[in-house]
Structure formats: structure tokens, C-alpha cells
């Protein structure tokens, strides 16, 4: 089983919207558990692994199946970037409440639904604390990026755009664009 099935596998079970968009041709970050006791014998210290590695198009150990094991898994996310076909599919935008430099009251939160209800290609989603708000703008037409840093660049062309639609600089209010997007936590029962 690859990583990207296994992913998809556990979002299926939680109902999320994103089971369906997740393939092995994505960019991944995977975030070790902090349970020292499971990762001993595995790792000599957490760290995050990256598919591709480094945020190239290198094959070397993106192809192979899922050996990480599962239960040293404590949080998932790619960028949207296939890095396979060498395209953007999809611009993730993050819209955090209570914490942060770009942190928004329920107040700003409500702007934030009231913005995505006008603009009908982002799809709207709760994050995973419950109060930000996580948006997916996936591309009927993807773009060309053969790098991490060509994914970016479409991500900001991608939010010029989304500010041009709602007549207003959308920055201010969003934390992060076209990063990581953490879309599978693991939850103390999945241990």
C-alpha cells in the first residue's frame, strides 16, 4: 500500500472532503507521533519526512510502498503539487482563528464563509481545530510547475486571482497559501 492510499484510506473514515483528491503523485509531509516510547527502536529522533525529497522531482524512495509504520504517523499534508506530472492541481489557503500573527475572531471567520459563498470554485472546509477555515481552489486546467518553487508562484497567481474576484486583497487575512496542508491528524484512538 502506498503512502497516498493509505491517506486516503483514513480520510475516507473520517468522512473528510479530501479523500477523493489525494494520489501518490502529491507532494507529502509526513509528521512523526511525539511517542517517544513508539518511536524508539525506529527513529533516533522525529523528524518530518518529505515525498519528494527536499521538494524535487527525484524518484528515490517516492515510489516504493508505504514503510513508514502507521502508528508512528501523527499528522499528514501535501501542497497539492503533483509532482509527478510536474502541475499545480490545487491552492490551499489558511484562515486561522485565535492564534497567530493573521489570527481571526468568529467574527472574521464569518467574513471568511461569507467570501468563499461568492467565489462558487473554492470549496470551503472547517480546519481541523474545529474554528479556521482551510480552502481548496482545485484547477479545472492544472499549471505547469516542474518545482516546489513554481508551485508557489502559481499558489500567489492563484490568490491575486481570488483577490481580484472578491475585489479586495485577501493577504491580511490568510496565514498561508500553497504550503503544507495538513489534512490527516491523527487522534488518540487511531494509536
Not at 75 to 85: I, N, Q, R, Y
Not at 116 to 121: F, I, K, S, V
Not at 169 to 183: E, V, W
Amino acid at each position: 500500500m502506498t503512502f497516498a492510499e493509505w491517506i486516503a484510506k483514513r480520510l475516507r473514515a473520517a468522512n473528510s472532503p479530501y479523500a477523493d483528491f489525494v494520489h501518490d503523485g502529491l507532494e507529502w509531509q509526513i509528521q512523526p507521533t511525539d511517542d517517544e516510547a513508539l518511536l524508539e527502536g525506529w527513529l533516533d529522533q522525529p523528524y518530518r519526512l518529505r515525498i519528494p525529497k527536499d521538494g524535487r522531482t527525484d524518484p528515490k524512495d517516492n515510489e516504493s510502498s508505504f514503510r513508514y509504520p502507521p502508528l508512528l504517523v501523527r499528522e499528514a499534508g501535501t501542497s497539492w503539487w503533483d509532482w509527478k506530472k510536474g502541475v499545480t492541481e490545487a491552492c490551499f489557503f489558511d484562515f486561522d482563528h485565535g492564534h497567530g500573527e493573521k489570527a481571526l475572531d468568529d467574527e472574521g471567520i464569518a467574513k471568511v464563509d461569507r467570501w468563499a459563498e461568492q467565489l462558487p470554485y473554492v470549496m470551503n472546509c472547517t480546519s481541523k481545530g474545529g474554528k479556521g477555515r482551510h480552502w481548496l481552489v482545485r484547477l479545472t486546467t492544472p499549471l505547469p510547475a516542474k518545482t516546489r518553487p513554481e508551485h508557489l508562484a502559481n499558489c500567489r497567481h492563484i490568490k491575486d486571482q481570488v483577490s481580484k474576484d472578491l475585489g479586495f486583497d485577501i493577504g491580511p487575512f490568510c496565514c498561508s497559501y500553497g504550503n503544507i496542508q495538513y489534512i490527516y491528524a491523527a487522534k488518540k484512538e487511531d494509536k
